[in-house]
């Protein structure tokens, strides 16, 4: 990881289920940009990448792709500080603060 606190994002009911870290390095198994891993990729397991997942269904209420989602994934740090929502809406006063990860979410989406 880069410097910094390691920015993790939960999702689903009660924000149990984890679905990686935002600002670990490629390498590292839980890093939402690996190709593959822990928690990336993985069919049998939650991801904000995995087109079959219920976070990137552009239906689930819990999906960060789905622009009216009411529950979308929430950014933390490892002490629980709350950064906002990771959600392609532009509307939500929650979602992601930078450009960069907002346009990240997006392409993630396949928007």
């Known amino acids: 990881m880069r410097g910094g606190r390691q920015l993790r ?5 009660g ?3 984890y679905l990686g870290c935002l600002n670990c390095g490629n390498g590292e198994a839980d890093s939402v940009f690996a190709g593959g891993g822990t928690y990336n990729g993985e069919p049998i397991g939650p991801s904000i990448v995995n087109p079959s997942s219920t976070f990137v269904s552009p239906y689930s209420a819990y999906s960060a792709c789905n622009p009216f ?4 994934p929430v950014v933390v740090d490892e ?3 709350y950064y906002g929502r990771l959600t392609v809406s532009q509307g939500r006063s929650d979602g992601p603060a930078m450009d960069q ?3 990240w979410i997006i392409g993630a989406c396949g928007g």
């Open 9 to 13: 994002v939960f999702g689903g009911p």
């Open 15 to 17: 924000h149990a289920a």
């Open 69 to 72: 989602a009411t529950d979308p």
């Open 79 to 81: 002490l629980g500080t």
């Open 101 to 103: 990860l907002r346009a």
